[in-house]
């Protein structure tokens, strides 16, 4: 990845520019020259694991393509999370370095670092603590990336990645860049997000392409701090190509564009992933003017596994496999893969033979992937009946007024949810009018008949959402128990309000 890298930087015409920050435009050959610059000052330090806390900024970038040139293990720690989970990823991954733009923020957790200097390139802080007081951590073989999921638990696994993988993701995202005619992507998604930092950083890089780092939106995105008026502006500000967005900020483009607001008209390509999209939602934003194209991936795939393309595009699927993936879905219909897939976990001494994504799916007869859910989150009704929730949410969500929709019925004879609504002020009424729409839709076994309506959104900074906006059940089960429990003795669409 390191050698592909430098080699397409290298390749860039005189002056083109391949990042964009708040500090303005760094051309392909002054990144260069500063990640050589810091990758020397890296290897000079001693560190052999190191952390990277930081904003979405050209620091972030230098460093991480530094790390990469030293072959020094590289832990992107994402901004969303808290003291128990950056220290469970340090002391994990036994990390004995950080470099952050907040050395406060660790020093704090007291895990025995101390400021050592800071990086004369980047700015960033160079924190450090002794290794030889650490427990030894294997990782495997070749692991020059570990990426930590979205944390649905307080001690996510962390996912060891090679060269070789984020490579052959990058290549097959790139190539798509290159038919496409991409030439400027802008970084909504955190760094620390592999599927930014692989399938928008890496591969707008081999691309040619010029990355703007979205700062501020990246930012808010990254500590739960979004308004609806923030996302519209940087895009309008970035006048970008492409992005890659989860549902969530795909929901929020469609209701701006509602409310009069028109995408740039350089737009090409919207990929949107993280979670089920349901397809009237891509209606919706094809209708606004917003090129979206569904793709499925994992971190334990290095990211990006299928996506629809322009001309090669199937409504309510995910798309085909790209040319780096190779899936199978079993007897059972879960998703498998095997090829380019992680070296193992934190811990593992040898790599898995394949991945079994715990997802449920199916492939047509002309290759595209349909995903219906996560295994684990399939609820079996009293009567016998098997359904994902988020088939059922997607739709919901596919309501202007309804902004998150987290779907129960486990042993029960019909199904309720826990709904936020788009924005504040929506009335009651016109909520239990979108679920009747949303409902409509539906099979009649796969309709809610009771909700609650919340004041405030679910988010992950209470628990109850994962960074990628994906609900975070068992916790908002223990939170609403009493009320969904309620709910299966009130008239259908009762409008309690917490």
Not at 25 to 42: H, Y
Not at 173 to 179: E, T
Not at 382 to 406: F, K, M, Y
Request: glycine share 10%.
């Amino acid at each position: 990845m390191s050698k592909l890298l430098t080699r397409s930087l290298a390749g860039y015409p005189p002056g083109a520019i391949a990042i964009v920050d708040a500090a303005g435009p760094l051309d392909a050959a002054g990144l260069l020259a500063r990640a050589t610059l810091e990758a020397r000052w890296i290897a000079t330090s001693g560190c052999v694991r190191t952390g990277l806390l930081a904003d979405n900024t050209r620091a972030w970038a230098i460093a991480d393509l530094a790390l990469l040139g030293t072959a020094r293990v590289n832990i992107p720690l994402p901004q969303h999370f808290g003291p128990r989970q950056l220290e469970h990823a340090l002391d994990s991954t036994a990390a004995d370095a950080v470099l952050t733009d907040d050395p406060q923020r660790l020093l704090a957790l007291g895990l025995g670092f101390v400021l050592r200097e800071r990086s004369p390139c980047t700015g960033l802080a160079l924190l450090m603590r002794d290794s030889r007081r650490l427990a030894p951590v294997p990782l495997p073989p070749g692991t020059i990336k570990v990426t930590y999921t979205s944390g649905s638990t307080a001690e996510p696994r962390g996912i060891c990645l090679t060269q070789d993988t984020l490579a052959a993701v990058a290549r097959s995202i790139a190539d798509v860049g290159r038919h496409l005619g991409l030439r400027r992507h802008l970084c909504l998604l955190p760094l620390a997000t592999l599927l930014e930092n692989v399938a928008g950083l890496y591969a707008g890089w081999l691309a040619g392409t010029c990355c703007d780092l979205g700062t501020r939106a990246a930012g808010a995105i990254a500590r739960g701090a979004l308004t609806p008026a923030t996302l519209p502006a940087e895009i309008d500000r970035a006048a970008p190509e492409s992005m890659i967005l989860v549902p969530e900020l795909l929901r929020l483009l469609v209701g701006a564009a509602t409310n009069g607001w028109r995408p740039p008209a350089a737009m090409k390509f919207i990929a949107v992933g993280g979670a089920r999209v349901a397809p009237d939602l891509v209606d919706q934003a094809a209708a606004a003017g917003l090129p979206v194209f569904e793709g499925y991936g994992l971190s334990e795939c290095g990211s990006v596994l299928t996506l629809n393309l322009p001309g090669a595009s199937r409504r309510g699927t995910v798309g085909r496999p790209l040319p780096h993936a190779r899936l199978r879905v079993d007897a059972h219909g879960e998703i498998h893969v095997t090829g380019h897939i992680m070296a193992g976990h934190v811990g593992d001494a040898s790599p898995p033979a394949e991945v079994a994504t715990g997802d449920l799916g199916e492939l047509d007869d002309e290759g595209y992937l349909r995903v219906s859910g996560r295994i684990k989150n399939l609820l079996i009704t009293s009567l016998g009946r098997n359904l994902s929730p988020e088939w059922i949410e997607s739709e919901l969500c596919a309501e202007p007024t309804i902004g998150q929709a987290v779907v129960f019925g486990e042993a029960r004879d019909r199904l309720v949810a826990i709904l936020a609504p788009a924005h504040p002020g929506v009335p009651a009424m016109a909520v239990a009018a979108a679920v009747q729409r949303a409902n409509q839709r539906l099979p009649a076994y796969a309709r809610v008949t009771h909700h609650h309506l919340l004041r405030e959104p679910l988010t992950a900074a209470a628990g109850l959402l994962t960074a990628n906006g994906r609900p975070r059940r068992e916790h908002i089960l223990a939170r609403y128990g009493r009320i969904i429990d309620q709910l299966y003795l009130e008239n259908p669409h009762a409008h309690l309000t917490a």
